[in-house]
Nanobody, 124 residues
Framework: QVQLVESGGGFVQAGGSLRLSCAAS????????MGWFRQAPGKEREFVAA????????YYADSVKGQFTISRDNAKNTVYLQMNSLKPEDTAVYYC?????????????????WGQGTQVTVSS
């Protein structure tokens, strides 16, 4: 069982930056690929970014390429999402998710574990 706890969300003006963190429990963090997803009000949850278990490969939704950066620190059991040049349309609840490497079928795999989410609000 893996528990994921997101932090770092908040309120920011357009053009600002935030860094989200997701801390994972357990001793097998480096066996999981990690992803970030978001869900805006009235919309379906969408993929944002993912990183493989070693950090060797990263994936991004077209809408955030060049704007967001995903990274992980396996020594700290933590994955990060650096978000720059934020826009009002980035407003959403951001979720961290984990998928075991044996279940990995790409960044939009069916993830095994999910966090509770952290709210990001970008004002214009």
């Amino acid at each position: 069982q893996v528990q994921l706890v997101e932090s770092g969300g908040g309120f920011v003006q357009a053009g600002g930056s935030l860094r989200l963190s997701c801390a994972a429990s357990g001793r097998t963090f480096n066996s999981y690929a990690m992803g970030w997803f978001r869900q805006a009000p009235g919309k379906e949850r969408e993929f944002v970014a993912a990183v493989t278990w070693s950090g060797g490969s990263t994936y991004y939704a077209d809408s955030v390429k060049g704007q967001f950066t995903i990274s992980r620190d396996n020594a700290k059991n933590t994955v990060y999402l650096q978000m720059n040049s934020l826009k009002p349309e980035d407003t959403a609840v951001y979720y961290c998710a984990a998928v075991l490497r044996t279940h990995w079928g790409g960044p939009r795999a069916e993830y095994d574990y999910w966090g509770q989410g952290t709210q990001v609000t970008v004002s214009s």
